[in-house]
C-alpha cells in the first residue's frame, strides 16, 4: 500500500472549512517560479507539467526507498492591491518525500529531458522550507471569492492572538485538494 501523506498528515492536508492553527514542519519541494495569469499562462501551464514530469519520474524510479501517493499541487503567491491577475508573482511547488536529495532530483531533471525537451528543467529547484506556525481553512469556489475565506484567516489569527506576517519572507500558501 502506497504511503499517502494526506492521509497520515490530515492536519496539513484534509483542514476545516473554519480557520485553525497548524504547526507546518520542514518539508522539501520542487518549485518552479514565475509571473502571469495562471488561467492563461502558458508559462504556469509549462510549470505544471514540469512539475508534475519530475515528480512522478522520482516516485516511479524509487519505488523501492518508498512507494507513495504524488502530492497535489500548491503554490505561494503574491498580489498587488489590483488583484491584476497578469501581475500575480507565483511559486508553484510539488512536495517530496524526505528522502528525495539533490542527486536523485538531478536524476530526474536529465531523465524528463530526455523525454521531453521541451520542457525547461532548469526551471524546477529542489528546496527545504519550514513554515512553522500557521493559520489555514479550505477555501471552496472560486478565486474571486477567496477575499472572504483570506479575511477570515486574518481575523482568527488576530483574534487569538498572532500576527500576520505575509510579505517578503512569508506569502500567502495554497494547496490545491
Known amino acids: ?61 524509487n519505488k523501492k526507498i518508498l512507494d507513495y501517493v504524488v502530492l497535489p499541487l500548491e503554490g505561494f503567491w503574491d498580489w498587488d492591491e489590483s488583484k491584476d491577475k497578469t501581475k500575480f508573482k507565483w511559486t508553484a511547488l510539488i512536495r517530496q518525500p524526505d528522502f528525495v536529495n539533490a542527486q536523485i532530483f538531478e536524476k530526474a531533471k536529465e531523465e524528463v529531458k530526455k523525454k521531453k525537451d521541451y520542457l525547461d528543467v ?34 482568527f489569527a488576530e483574534e487569538n492572538g498572532y500576527a500576520i506576517d505575509i510579505g517578503e519572507n512569508r506569502r500567502h500558501h495554497e494547496i490545491y485538494l
Open 1 to 61: 500500500m502506497a504511503l499517502d501523506f494526506k492521509k497520515t498528515q490530515k492536519e496539513l492536508y484534509n483542514p476545516k472549512t473554519t480557520p485553525s492553527i497548524v504547526d507546518v514542519p520542514q518539508m522539501t519541494f520542487i518549485k518552479v517560479d514565475g509571473q502571469g495569469d495562471p488561467n492563461t499562462s502558458a508559462e504556469y501551464s509549462s510549470a505544471v507539467e514540469l512539475l508534475y514530469s519530475l515528480s512522478y519520474n522520482i516516485k516511479m524510479n
Open 122 to 155: 532548469n526551471r524546477a529547484t529542489l528546496i527545504t522550507i519550514e513554515e512553522g506556525l500557521c493559520v489555514q481553512a479550505m477555501h471552496i469556489g472560486s478565486y474571486d471569492d477567496e477575499e472572504r475565506t483570506i479575511k477570515s484567516l486574518h481575523s
